[in-house]
């Protein structure tokens, strides 16, 4: 009966860590120059995650004119010099023409 007990315990533990592994990467971007800069920057308003669903769609055109929206419509307080160096990050990294 005690042994019953410990296996069942230890394969909990298992289960638990698998799950919080799981929830790490979420959070995690390539590891490339302007990536701290980028989490950051965009990390401000909304999750990281934004950036890897969007990257199948979205060239280096199109991370421009998303980084332009999120500066003029929604008020992100990102420099000029800052956008462009998320922009090549982000084209360079996770563009669909890559
Ligand atoms: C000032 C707040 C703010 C900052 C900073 C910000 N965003 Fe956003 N972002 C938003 C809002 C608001 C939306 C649209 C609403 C939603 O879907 O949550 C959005 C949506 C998006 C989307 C979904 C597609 C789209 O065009 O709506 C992407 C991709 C995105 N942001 C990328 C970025 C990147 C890359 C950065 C850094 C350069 C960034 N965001 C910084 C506010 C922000």
């Known amino acids: 009966m005690k042994r019953l007990a410990l296996v069942l315990c230890i394969s909990g533990l298992a289960l638990g860590a698998g799950v919080s592994f799981a929830g790490e990467e979420a959070i995690v971007l ?3 120059p302007g990536r701290d800069l980028t989490l950051a920057r965009c ?13 199948p769609v979205l060239d280096r055109a199109g991370w421009e004119k998303t980084i332009r929206k999120m500066i003029d419509r929604y008020g992100a ?13 982000l084209g360079a990294q996770y563009s669909a023409t890559r």
Not at 43 to 55: Q, R, W
Not at 77 to 89: F, G, Q, T, V, W
Request: hydrophobic letters at 40%; a negative charge.
């Open 77 to 89: 307080p990102i420099s000029d010099a800052d956008a462009r160096e998320i922009l090549d990050y």
């Open 43 to 55: 990390a401000i308003c909304h999750s990281v995650d934004y950036i890897e669903t969007n990257a």
């Open 30 to 32: 390539r590891d490339a």
